[in-house]
């Protein structure tokens, strides 16, 4: 008899997420034995935690705040993602081969999807955050775009991201701001919001409608509300715009085949996906 193999969500706090529908509506449509959970774990506890994986039947986890940093010295990381160790967050673990090994399936999520929507080629771009979202969206935008300006109410953090930027892509321009306002949307094509400003009703809207146009690209990373109020002002004033949706499930499915070394049933983690909105927004 074979035992259930245990996948999940490790953050703190993990608040609702739609991972485990989606990854058990694969892990079913599929039949394979194995359960998506959310692990809410205290930094306190966080060793203890990576240290009884084996004990829990956990096979593979994916990390969000605060440790997408952390994992990283608990990983072993294949030649093709040593890169990974630049840009400092891993988002999908995986026991292979006898060891654990970090991935970043937000990198490749968040680049097929756009591409979906805009050619990021020559385009100028604004990032509002700069935490662990916003060093993937950034790692993908400064292979193509023609230059980056990014602000988050920490200084600090956006810094950190340039210099990383810097590192990998020499010559590349990125620009550190002091305010909203320094982002200058009306000379950007592309607005990426990497906050989690958005997700509650009560949250404010961090730009003004004079600072969009109509040329303008908004990608919210947010998914839930699928609608935010950034959105709803880049459709008042005719700009083309998407959420985080698609990124969560390509993020996933890519997830879905380090653990599994399966096909994900793309379709199948899409209804799931979808299925969790209220059916108002779907
Ligand atoms: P994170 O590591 O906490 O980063 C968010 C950053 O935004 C932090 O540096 C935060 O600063 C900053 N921030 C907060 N309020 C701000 C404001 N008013 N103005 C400017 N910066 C502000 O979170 P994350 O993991 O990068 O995730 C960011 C968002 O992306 C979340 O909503 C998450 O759900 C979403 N996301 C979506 C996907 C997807 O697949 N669609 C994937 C990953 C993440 P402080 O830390 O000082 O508050």
């Known amino acids: 008899m074979t035992c259930r193999k245990i996948y999940g969500l490790l953050g703190y706090p993990v608040k609702h997420s739609f991972s485990p529908a989606m990854q058990n509506a694969a892990f079913s449509a599929l039949e394979i034995d194995a359960e998506y959970r959310l692990f809410e774990v205290r930094p306190e506890e966080l060793e203890d935690f990576l240290g009884s994986l ?16 952390k994992v990283l010295k608990f990983v072993s990381l294949d030649k093709e993602s040593c890169y990974l160790k630049q840009i400092q967050a891993i988002n999908t673990i995986v026991f292979q081969d006898g060891i654990w090994k970090g991935f970043n399936t937000d990198i490749a999520g968040f680049f097929r999807h756009i591409q979906e929507n805009i050619d990021p080629a020559n385009k100028r771009v604004a990032v509002l955050g ?39 892509f ?24 990497a906050t ?35 959105l709803s002002l880049a459709k008042k004033v005719g700009a083309r715009y998407a959420n985080g949706l698609k990124m969560l499930l390509y993020q996933g499915t890519d997830s879905f085949r380090h653990w599994t070394g399966k096909e994900p049933p ?17």
């Open 54 to 69: 084996a004990k829990r039947n956990i096979y593979g986890l994916n990390v969000t705040v605060p440790y997408k940093e």
């Open 130 to 168: 700069a935490g662990g979202a916003a060093r993937a969206v950034t790692y993908v935008l400064a292979s193509q775009a023609r230059d980056i300006f990014i602000y988050d109410i920490d200084r600090r953090k956006s810094e950190d991201i340039a210099a990383m930027i810097k590192k990998l």
């Open 170 to 193: 020499s010559g590349f321009e990125i620009k550190v701001v002091n305010t909203i306002e320094q982002l200058c949307l009306r000379d950007k094509d592309l607005l990426i919001n």
């Open 196 to 230: 989690p400003i958005g997700m509650k009703e009560t949250d404010p809207l961090l730009v003004k409608e004079e600072m969009l146009h109509k040329d303008l690209f908004v990608y919210d990373l947010i998914y839930n509300p699928p609608e935010t109020k950034l």
């Open 266 to 282: 793309r379709d199948v983690m899409w209804q799931a996906l979808q299925k969790e909105l209220p059916e108002c927004q779907r």
